[in-house]
T-cell receptor, first 114, second 119 residues
C-alpha cells in the first residue's frame, strides 16, 4: 500500500542551525516525491520535487532533499535555518501516470528559536 | 510558478445553509483539480478529483451529495457544501495539476485554502 511517513511530529531548532526533516515512503511504482511548506492558515507552497535524475534536488528558500531509493527516503535539509522557516512541512508522493492519488505525510511542525 | 486562487478565503455560515468555494488556476489550464480537507494539526485528506467536463471522482467516505463539485471550465472548479453543519467546519484546499510541468504533469499547485466555520 502507498503511504508516506514523517516520523517527527515536531522539531525545534535554533536559528542558524542545520535542519533535517525525515520522510519515508512506500509506493508501488516509481515515486514522484514532493516537499511542501504550509504557514499557519495558509495553503501549501511547493519547496521542491523529484521525478528522476540527480538524486539531490535543490529547491526554493535554500532547501534541498535527497532521494535514497535503498532507504525509501526523501529527507529535506537546510544548512542554516531562519526564523521565517517556522511552519508545517509536508512530504508527499505521487501521482504517477497510473493514477491521481497524492499521498501526504502527517507533517512535521518546525519551531525556530532565537 | 503556477498560481491557484481560492475564494473566499474565509466564510462563516449558519447551519443548514450552503456554501460555494471557488478554485481558479490563474496562469494555466487545469483539466484536473483536487479538493482536500484539512483538520487542525492534521494532514490533507483528498476528498475528490474534479475533471473538467465530467463528473467528479469522490474518495471513499466522502458524501457526493453533500460536497458538490463542478468543473465547468479549464480554469475553474467549485465545491459547494450543501446543508452545512458544524462538523463541516474545516480548512478546504484545492489544487490544480499543471499538465505542462513534469514528465506527466504530476506537479500540483495548491490554493491558499478556505476556512469554513459553520455555526
Amino acid at each position: 500500500a502507498q503511504s508516506v511517513t514523517q516520523p517527527d511530529i515536531h522539531i525545534t531548532v535554533s536559528e542558524g542551525a542545520s535542519l533535517e526533516l525525515r520522510c519515508n515512503y512506500s509506493y508501488g511504482a516509481t515515486p514522484y516525491l514532493f516537499w511542501y511548506v504550509q504557514s499557519p492558515g495558509q495553503g501549501l507552497q511547493l519547496l521542491l520535487k523529484y521525478f528522476s535524475g540527480d538524486t539531490l534536488v535543490q529547491g526554493i528558500k535554500g532547501f534541498e532533499a535527497e532521494f535514497k531509493r535503498s532507504q525509501s527516503s526523501f529527507n529535506l535539509r537546510k544548512p542554516s535555518v531562519h526564523w521565517s522557516d517556522a511552519a508545517e512541512y509536508f512530504c508527499a508522493v505521487g501521482p504517477s501516470n497510473t493514477g491521481n492519488q497524492f499521498y501526504f505525510g502527517t507533517g512535521t511542525s518546525l519551531t525556530v528559536i532565537p | 510558478g503556477a498560481v491557484v486562487s481560492q475564494h473566499p478565503s474565509r466564510v462563516i455560515c449558519k447551519s443548514g445553509t450552503s456554501v460555494k468555494i471557488e478554485c481558479r488556476s490563474l496562469d494555466f489550464q487545469a483539466t484536473t483539480m483536487f479538493w482536500y480537507r484539512q483538520f487542525p494539526k492534521q494532514s490533507l485528506m483528498l476528498m475528490a478529483t474534479s475533471n473538467e467536463g465530467s463528473k467528479a471522482t469522490y474518495e471513499q467516505g466522502v458524501e457526493k451529495d453533500k460536497f458538490l463539485i463542478n468543473h465547468a471550465s479549464l480554469t475553474l472548479s467549485t465545491l459547494t457544501v450543501t446543508s452545512a453543519h458544524p462538523e463541516d467546519s474545516s480548512f478546504y484546499i484545492c489544487s490544480a495539476r499543471d499538465p505542462g510541468r513534469g514528465p506527466n504533469g504530476e506537479t500540483q499547485y495548491f490554493g491558499p485554502g478556505t476556512r469554513l466555520l459553520v455555526l
